[in-house]
Nanobody, 122 residues
């Protein structure tokens, strides 16, 4: 059974930092693109960041560029999202996805985690 489990969410003040982790089990994703998306209440799930299977290529939404960093450790089957300079508008449930046909499109991801809540207070 394939599972993606996110962790690291929480409540933080504006300007603070959090590091999200997404641990995969059931199969290896070392040859798959991995991505982070987020969904705020009443809004659609939106792309945040993605990383190619070897880590050489990373992709970011304009809203997080320069503040968030995606990385991966294939030996641990884990992908990370370091979030710095957090803003209240970053508040959302953050989801980890794997193995997409199209990096930026959530509809094409074959596997999802259950999500972790990130709340940024002003």
């Amino acid at each position: 059974q394939v599972q993606l489990v996110e962790s690291g969410g929480g409540l933080v003040q504006a300007g603070g930092s959090l590091r999200l982790s997404c641990a995969a089990s059931g199969r290896t994703f070392s040859r798959s693109t991995m991505g982070w998306f987020r969904q705020a209440p009443g809004k659609e799930r939106e792309f945040v960041a993605a990383i190619s299977w070897g880590g050489a290529n990373t992709y970011y939404a304009d809203s997080v560029k320069g503040r968030f960093t995606i990385s991966r450790d294939n030996a641990k089957n884990t992908v990370y999202l370091q979030m710095n300079s957090l803003k209240p508008e970053d508040t959302a449930v953050y989801y980890c996805g794997a193995d997409p046909r199209t990096t930026y499109s959530s509809d094409t991801y074959n596997y999802w985690g259950q999500g972790t809540q990130v709340t940024v207070s002003s």
